[in-house]
């Protein structure tokens, strides 16, 4: 299969990784992306490979409505041949009323299969979700609002956010979480996008300009974020790879702007869950939509420190 | 745990100065004026308005506890039924112990003017016109609003910017500031009922 680097190693992103960028310094080079060379080609497949890390991420799906039916059921037959092991939340994972009967008309019955198979689902909180949803059992979130956890056996850590609601508490535990991890894969989960071509709502700038330079200080590779009701892939901003899956149920068909210098890939026609895999350096991905097509794909490389960076 | 808030803001020559800190730690030192834009000097009467209130969060919070201590104790791997049920239970008793309380108890009107200068301090800077959209964005508000009413469930909580969340006095524990709409609302996230709010604190 042909494949074309994406040499997101400019000159510009060497003036980036060694703090000449402006901004926060950074201390880990960017991360590189490969990806097909045209619409044409056959995809990137995931590597499937025995004992590498595999997940799937899904966000704004809990509508307890067809289009989350249809995708949940999409991922089911999709762990038939790939077999991960979590899914990860980036929010919004309960709309309207919370009672127990929605945990599971929009939770429960959609990923029963998924539950059966004993996947386990991480949450992190939009700004549709009840803070109560921290003491949900099947969202694993221990009830703490903002957490981390590794993944068992695999030099990869999740930082899952709370970015509805940002003390600087958290700010300050993130900073030290971020700091104390020596794991070669260091992702960020959270609501809100740091970029974002939706007109519905767009790029957090606010927010950006919180975590971001915490994310180049301590050599996060990766962001995994919902909100805007579509599938995107960011272009690496400052060398991290940004995803916005906030299609998981709800969907805003021609949200996405065409013209957007920010998007490596867009797609707001249907839903969409991310198929990720980790293996050593390399991160493959596939964006499956509803009918099963892979609507995007690609392989990472995680960010490596520079040299004698702190 | 609140912090003393002597310990979060600065004396600088009998005022009181709050390290907004938006894009960078406050500069200044004990003797110098403030020379950060986005730093906000409080007169004495502001700096105590801000800690009587923080005094009665603490109020708050100590009787939520006492509430919560009469009930079940929630699982900490709990149910959606349970959850549901303690959420509920706690904002029975609360609404049952605090049946006179009224808007502006809490955010009383000193505080209410001190959030409404901190509140256009931070949105008149010259990322202001973003965060207040951030702030309005999914947020529709509703025509009108009670102390002891359950949160409105049918409206997502507003997204609180970060830089706003840092000039505002700190909360204890499941506490929360929201907007609804342009109104600040004191919220219980835990009972997710509505302890106070003040209208029409964006400008």
């Known amino acids: ?310 | 745990m609140v912090m003393p808030i002597a310990n979060r803001f600065r004396i600088v020559e009998g005022a009181v100065v709050v390290a907004l800190a938006l894009g960078g730690a406050y500069a200044g030192d004990a003797t110098s004026p403030p020379t950060h834009p986005s730093d906000i000097v409080l007169s004495a009467s502001e700096h105590q308005a801000a800690e009587a209130f923080e005094s009665r969060v603490r109020n708050y919070r100590t009787l939520q506890r006492k509430l919560e201590a009469t009930l079940p104790k929630l699982p900490k791997r709990a149910t959606p039924a349970q959850v549901d049920e303690n959420q509920r239970a706690l904002g029975e008793l609360i609404r049952t112990a605090r049946a006179g309380a009224k808007q502006g108890e809490l955010l009383t009107p000193d505080m209410q003017a001190l959030v409404k200068r901190i509140l256009a301090v931070v949105l008149g800077g010259t990322d202001g016109k973003n965060i207040k959209a951030s702030i309005m964005d999914e947020n529709p508000g509703v025509p009108t609003l009670s102390v002891n009413d359950r949160y409105p469930d049918a409206i997502p909580l507003s997204t609180m910017p970060p830089q706003v969340l840092k000039a505002l006095p700190k909360l204890e524990e499941d506490l929360e500031y929201r907007f609804v709409g342009e109104r600040l609302v004191l919220m219980d996230a835990h009972a997710h009922i509505i302890v106070d709010f003040t209208d029409d604190v964006l400008p």
């Open chain 1, 1 to 310: 299969m042909s494949i074309r680097r994406i040499s997101v190693i400019t000159f510009v992103a060497v003036l980036i990784a060694f703090g000449c960028g402006g901004g926060a310094p950074v201390t880990a080079g960017p991360a590189a992306v490969q990806v097909p060379q045209s619409p044409a080609e056959a995809p990137v497949a995931l590597a499937n490979q025995k004992g590498s890390l595999k997940f799937t991420v899904l966000g704004d799906f809990g509508t307890g409505k067809r289009g989350e039916y249809d995708l949940a059921a999409q991922m089911a037959r999709f762990r038939e041949g790939f077999n991960f092991d979590f899914v990860i939340l980036v929010g919004d994972n309960l709309y309207g009323s919370e009672r127990p009967q929605d945990f599971q008309v929009k939770f429960e019955v959609p990923y029963k299969p998924l539950l059966d198979a004993g996947v386990k689902f991480y949450g992190a909180l939009g700004n549709h979700d009840s803070r109560e949803q921290r003491y949900y059992d099947l969202f694993n979130m221990n009830g703490k609002l903002y957490y981390s956890f590794k993944a068992p056996k695999h030099k990869v850590r999740f930082f899952m956010l709370d970015s509805t609601y940002p003390v600087p508490e958290q700010i300050d535990w993130l900073e030290k979480e971020l700091k104390g991890s020596n794991d070669d894969w260091k992702i960020a989960v959270f609501h809100h996008p740091l970029y974002s071509s939706s007109g519905r709502h767009g790029s957090d700038l606010e927010l950006r300009e919180v975590l971001e330079p915490l994310f180049l200080r301590y050599n996060v590779s990766v962001c995994l974020s919902g909100h805007d009701h579509v599938y995107e892939r960011i272009k690496p901003q400052h060398g991290i790879v940004h995803f916005v899956t906030g299609s998981g149920g709800q969907l805003a068909v021609g949200d996405l702007d065409k013209s957007s210098e920010l998007t490596a890939k867009g797609f707001d026609t249907e839903n969409v869950f991310l198929a990720v895999e980790i293996s050593g350096d390399a991160m493959y991905f596939n964006a499956i939509s509803s009918d099963g097509q892979v609507i995007d794909s690609g392989i990472i490389e995680r960010r490596v420190p520079v040299r004698g960076a702190p």
